[in-house]
């Protein structure tokens, strides 16, 4: 009001001029604080930044933008349930109609009978709500002893703090191994590791195996043939539930609605996030078939104390129809079934490159190229380097817990714009040093025309070397 004080009410406390206050994830905040990259916009399979530079998106965020970025219709959806109403409480008996829907939706499906639907806000939650269902499970049969979770090393179960603890991500877990575990990780690739360990602790002892079927953040390590078959086999011999990380894999990733499916798994529960929204809005859900349900909705169970302010969150569940909607209308799991061998080819001769290690693709859209171990001993800082090179050319992209470049694009993503992400990344390794030997893809008729012989490589090397990256159009 003119002239008078004012009295602040917000924003009273002195901050820095020279510092962000912004505290990211996973990150080292002595480097990052005021070097933040900021991603103004996103279209398809590309993001942009607040320079205008345009960037393929090769993670689709942190492996949630399924149905690509900026879609209108998945908006209007989240605007017409927000102006409606933006969010109730789902406890007691509190429901809401999106959050109904989707339920339904959902347990119509994923491969279980009866399947039931607990919303969480996002994939750590899922996983901490599991945790305490299969102890509450077998304590309602009257098996308290059965306790112990076991895990594959590598794998990635979020970073709460049961999940914490149940990681197979030694660095993750390091300082906070005793939060609440009671359970043991066994090799990521040898069913007889469980089996061993099973008869070890005596499976009186054990609620339940987490199983990621595919490693995601310990570096994309696809399962050894046979493997998921088999520890799915050895749960089910010894009365011990099986619980399916689906929070990447769920919703289409590996070509199927999810890897239970791929693999018919019929697991006893499956947890999800991600993938259910495309990240349009956070939400997640922990799917129990009906005989993990039972005992808790049996007359006489009594409350299960357990619930989050935002589990069933109506604009969340919105979002996630319309994202449903998108994926069934689009066929995009279908696409992606299709672009597995695609991505494969593109990848491979990445293969003949000095600084890597291995390229591991071939089930639906999940890629890593993970760099040579001595090779990173002697210049640790090689993924950053990598990270920003990327960007230079083009993509946006990050390195995972073991030295892997991720891939996970969105749904969308062309042949086309597949073979430009490889180029930008042997574009990246050659210009730090890398030389490549001349290696042919088994597949590369999978692989648009003009880039079939790799000294397509060469050719959009020009286009990729200019200070602003192209526009990878969808
Ligand atoms: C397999 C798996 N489980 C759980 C989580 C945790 O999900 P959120 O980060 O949404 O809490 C993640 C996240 O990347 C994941 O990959």
């Given at each position: 009001m003119h002239g008078t004080q004012r009295t602040p009410i917000l924003g009273i406390y002195p901050v820095s001029m020279h510092r962000h206050a912004l505290w990211h994830p996973f990150a080292d905040m002595s480097v990052v604080a005021g070097n933040d990259f900021i991603i103004a916009s996103g279209d398809g399979c590309t993001v942009t930044d607040t320079h205008g530079r345009t960037y393929l998106d090769s993670t689709a965020g942190l492996w949630f933008a399924n149905i690509g970025h900026g879609r209108i219709e998945v908006a209007q959806a989240a605007a017409q349930q927000m102006s409606r109403l933006a969010a109730y409480s789902t406890f007691g008996d509190y429901a809401n109609a999106p959050v109904l829907e989707l339920a339904d939706r959902i347990a119509a499906m994923?491969?279980?009978?009866?399947a039931k639907v607990f919303f969480t806000s996002g994939g750590s939650d899922s996983v901490d709500t599991a945790v305490k269902m299969v102890r509450k499970y077998w304590q309602l049969l009257?098996?308290?002893?059965?306790q112990s979770i076991v895990t594959r090393t590598s794998a990635y179960h979020g970073m709460h703090v049961a999940g914490t603890s149940l990681g197979g991500i030694a660095a993750n877990r390091a300082g906070f191994e005793d939060f609440g575990s009671q359970g043991r990780t066994v090799a990521w690739d040898d069913p007889q590791d469980l089996e061993a360990y099973l008869h070890q602790v005596g499976p009186e002892h054990v609620a339940a195996f987490f199983c990621e079927p595919i490693i995601g953040a310990g570096g994309v390590y696809l399962p050894p043939d046979g493997y998921l078959e088999r520890v799915r086999q050895i749960c089910r011999d010894h009365d011990v539930l099986f619980v399916a990380d689906e929070v990447i894999s769920g919703f289409g990733r590996t070509g199927c609605a999810f890897a239970s499916t791929r693999w018919q798994l019929d697991p006893d529960i499956i947890l999800a996030a991600k993938g259910m929204t495309s990240g349009y809005a956070p939400m997640g859900a922990v799917v129990a078939s009906g005989t993990v349900a039972d005992p808790f909705w049996a007359p006489g169970a009594g409350m299960w104390r357990h619930g989050y302010t935002y589990s069933g969150h109506a604009v969340s569940a919105a979002v996630a129809l319309a994202n449903l909607d998108i994926l069934e209308r689009e066929s995009l799991v279908t696409a992606v079934r299709g672009l597995e061998v695609t991505l494969s080819a593109a990848l491979?001769?990445?293969?003949?490159?000095?600084?890597?290690h291995q390229v591991r693709s071939g089930i639906g859209l999940l890629g890593a190229v993970q760099l040579d171990p001595a090779v990173l001993a002697e210049d640790p800082g090689l993924p950053t380097k990598i990270v920003h090179g990327l960007r230079h050319h083009g993509v946006v992209s990050r390195m995972l817990a073991d030295g892997s470049i991720q891939i996970s694009p969105p749904f969308t993503i062309t042949r086309r714009q597949l073979q430009e992400l490889s180029t930008g990344i042997d574009a990246v390794l050659t210009d730090l040093g890398s030389a490549r030997e001349p290696i042919q893809s088994l597949h590369a008729e999978l692989l648009p025309e003009q880039d079939r012989d790799y000294r397509g490589f060469d050719s959009l090397d020009d286009q990729l070397l200019l200070d602003v990256p192209p526009h990878h159009g969808s």
């Open positions: 994923v491969p279980m009978t009866d009257g098996k308290d002893d059965k491979a001769p990445l293969r003949g490159h000095q600084f890597v």
